[in-house]
């Protein structure tokens, strides 16, 4: 989702809820700038205006990004901003929108074969790593045998909780796992592995009914679990992490324009990354991954989701 997602393929703190695919929607009235208005596309190939969808316009960061494009790339940004995360996608399919930042690869693999779409990364920002907790042990290797362990039962925060939990030893999965396993590919286990919605498992963890849970940042922000009650967390530069990272999209025929190109590398000026610390407190991992091995990323988690019968 660019982040962290909708609540979080895990996309960043400011992304709240996960909504079900919705392939298309005849049109979509957005809100940009504080003016309600429609998003258009230009045809050139060096545009000076550019729409980007995104689902936190009014984060400060932005401005500060929108500011960057008209210094340094004579571009005017436009930011369209969604508060249902089913939409960026079809509108940048039906060219309502330019680009998108929202999401991370293995939302975009999810969309991509489930709509039957072929929207393309072309730059990469952060990654948010997902946190294992526990308020009665320091580490995970401390957690006893047979301890209950909850993780989020949706369907992408489920895989990667899983991966999660066998990077930290507790699990192993069939096949080493993918983006796209579930509580059935679970081969070896230490502890009891239990799925709840992801709004519970913060709840879960603070009752007492589980001895450790994996918590989005968001709820764990909501429930005021401390940094210190994070006893493992995936490792942002490991290959089970890589769909993880979030991405600025644009449609397949537009993934080599310069211009689109410049803007998503510009997301990683250090006035921007400063910015978007300040707003996600402190959690994100940036990243600078060329847009082919993105596309590359992408092909791989499409086969995986593909072969898990999405």
Do not use: C
Not at 154 to 183: E, M
Not at 211 to 236: E, H, R, W
Not at 277 to 288: D, H, I, L
């Amino acid at each position: 989702m660019s982040e962290s997602t909708p609540s979080d393929p895990q996309l960043p703190a400011r992304q709240r809820s996960r909504k079900p695919w919705i392939v298309a929607a005849a049109a979509v009235v957005v809100v940009a700038a504080g003016v309600i208005t429609f998003a258009a596309t230009r045809g050139s190939d060096d545009p000076k205006t550019v729409s980007i969808g995104v689902t936190d316009a009014s984060q400060p960061y932005w401005k500060t990004y929108a500011d960057l494009a008209k210094q340094k790339l004579d571009v005017t940004v436009s930011f369209v901003n969604f508060n249902d995360y089913s939409q960026p996608n079809p509108a940048l399919k039906q060219k309502q929108l330019d680009l998108n930042e929202f999401q991370h690869i293995q939302y975009l693999a999810n969309y991509n074969v489930t709509a039957k779409d072929d929207l393309q990364p072309i730059g990469a920002t952060a990654v948010y790593p997902l946190p294992l907790y526990s308020l009665n042990y320091k580490s995970a290797t401390e957690l006893p045998a047979n301890a209950k362990v909850a993780i989020p039962n949706d369907a992408i925060n489920q895989a990667r909780g899983l991966l999660v939990l066998q990077s930290a030893g507790l699990v192993t999965l069939k096949n080493g796992g993918s983006a796209f396993s579930s509580t059935t590919d679970i081969d070896t286990k230490k502890v009891d592995v239990v799925t709840l919605d992801a709004s519970q498992t913060a709840g879960a963890l603070k009752s007492g009914s589980v001895a450790a849970a994996i918590v989005n940042n968001n709820y764990a922000t909501s429930a005021g679990l401390p940094k210190t009650a994070a006893v493992f967390q995936d490792d942002p530069a490991s290959s089970s992490a890589a769909p993880y990272v979030n991405i600025f999209v644009a449609r397949a025929a537009d993934k080599d324009n310069a211009t689109y190109l410049k803007l998503a590398e510009l997301y990683q000026d250090p006035t921007v990354q400063a910015g978007v610390q300040e707003s996600n407190g402190g959690t994100a991992v940036f990243r600078t991954v060329p847009p082919a091995e993105l596309q590359s990323l992408l092909k791989t988690v499409q086969d995986q989701a593909v072969a898990a019968g999405k």
